[in-house]
């Protein structure tokens, strides 16, 4: 396959502003073009407008993890993975001492700070917002407090995160196999001021914040209210895993699906047993079942976005900006990696880690419907006269629609769930007017997290346009 690389012609004077950096990353970055279009503006060095811990700028240095089961002893703790979800109600706990010790306690994190991946796949950014307050970050996530004194954190987001912001953060990047940015590479990362536009552009980030916050709370509350009036109970992981049967127990109801001991277990059984006592479907009688199982093997074919659609693997799926790889769309015509927006998607090919996405479910939403999902997905898309999707989807993500999914997991290392199984998965039903009150909740849900990504875009849009106009 033929490949396409970047040539750039780098005048002398660039690598005497750049100290002779001889690699090539500051310069392909397009931070030295990002310095010269904002050098006509005032601005002011990102350390002077920063505050608190270490001056406001800092990650935190390698330290043993030791996690905990029991939410009650622990902190919830995020990964420069997890940072980038909307969901964060699956993401481990850290033991709760060793964080609010002097040594951890820095590392909590706060609403409207900037948080920025700073090792491997660096410069990803999030704005946190207020259901990631009391959760803590790892070592390898840069944080960024504003002196809201001098300067608003939701505008200071917008131009870090935009198409200024971004190359300068990049340009500071060193390392040979894992990539690294430290503080100090960005202390003095030039911040344009803008006058009023800076007050727009925080009000914009904010409300993003806010409707992302909102989104969340109503998924988990459809869900909650789902299992409520279904007479069911959440599967709480510290109760699942100290579960004493797990060590060895007697069956004899075992059928030709499968014989794997794991596939019987007394806990996930009692949960199966629990929905069909109620009044319930089966998964494979509410959906379409053309593409339902996944395994979709096809050529990847890459061009340019102009004429081309994403495609996002399992991890990629859960992010709220995605990553993917470019491809072109006529190539993947018919095959069904493309849904509707409403539909349920289940990685399909994972392993049995407690904090893996295999098994987890996420929803497309009417943005995300944008994109091509890999051939590793279960896709859920529910017929219209069957059941609500966003009713569908608030059971899928329940911790109990996941144990239920991990116990008909078939294969060695790479695990893969039965077909045959998942089909005759039992999904609880309700009143009518009882389903289309929950399936509203995550209809607005999702509604909120493409708007709260519409209003960062504009409020990045904003930003740039007053920088390129001189400012205002």
Not at 351 to 366: D, F, M, N, P, S
Request: hydrophobic content about 35%.
């Amino acid at each position: 396959m033929s490949r396409k690389f970047q040539c750039k012609t780098v005048p002398s004077r660039w690598l005497e502003k750049d100290g002779r950096r001889l690699d090539c990353g500051p310069y392909m970055s397009g931070a030295i073009e990002a310095k010269e279009l904002i050098k006509h503006l005032q601005t002011k060095p990102l350390k002077s407008l920063t505050d608190g811990y270490k001056g406001g700028i800092y990650n935190g240095s390698p330290f043993v993890r030791n996690y905990v089961k029991d939410p009650n002893y622990g902190v919830p703790f995020l990964t420069t993975s997890s940072m980038l979800q909307a969901d964060l109600t699956n993401i481990p706990f850290l033991n709760k001492k060793d964080a609010t010790s002097n040594k951890l306690s820095f590392l909590e994190v706060k609403e409207r700070m900037t948080l920025i991946t700073c090792s491997g796949s660096i410069g990803r950014m999030t704005y946190a917002r207020k259901d990631m307050e009391g959760t803590w970050s790892n070592q390898n996530i840069l944080k960024i407090v504003a002196d809201e004194n001098k300067i608003k954190p939701g505008y200071l987001y917008a131009y870090l995160s935009g198409v200024f912001g971004v190359p300068l953060v990049l340009s500071g990047t060193y390392g040979a196999v894992i990539q690294h940015i430290e503080p100090s590479h960005i202390d003095d990362l030039p911040v344009p001021r803008i006058g009023n536009t800076e007050d727009e552009a925080h009000d914009l980030i904010q409300r993003a914040s806010e409707e992302m916050s909102e989104s969340s709370s109503l998924m988990q509350g459809a869900s909650t209210q789902l299992l409520s009036e279904a007479g069911l109970s959440e599967s709480q992981n510290h109760i699942y895993l100290q579960d004493e049967r797990r060590l060895g127990w007697g069956e004899v109801s075992t059928n030709t699906f499968s014989i794997r001991a794991l596939n019987y277990d007394p806990r996930s059984q009692d949960m199966w047993n629990s929905i069909q006592k109620i009044e319930h479907d089966y998964l494979g009688d509410v959906i379409d079942r053309n593409n339902f199982e996944g395994h979709i093997v096809f050529k990847r074919i890459d061009c340019d976005p102009e004429y081309g659609v994403m495609l996002l693997g399992q991890r990629n799926a859960f992010h709220l900006r995605p990553d993917g790889r470019w491809i072109s769309k006529k190539s993947i015509e018919g095959l069904g990696l493309q849904v509707p927006a409403g539909t349920s998607l289940i990685p399909c090919h994972g392993t049995l880690g407690e904090q893996e996405l295999y098994c987890r479910a996420t929803i497309v939403t009417k943005r995300s419907s944008q994109y091509a999902y890999s051939g590793d997905f279960y896709r859920c898309i529910p017929l219209k006269d069957k059941i609500k999707p966003g009713y569908l989807f608030a059971f899928l993500r329940t911790r109990l629609a996941f144990r239920l999914i991990r116990s008909m997991s078939t294969g060695s290392k790479q695990q893969y769930q039965h077909p045959i199984r998942m089909a005759q998965m039992p999904i609880p039903r309700l009143k009518k007017e009882l389903e289309e009150e929950i399936a509203k909740k995550v209809d607005r849900a999702s509604y909120l997290r493409d708007h709260s990504l519409k209003l960062e875009d504009q409020a990045r849009t904003l930003v740039e346009e007053a920088i390129k106009t001189g400012g205002s």
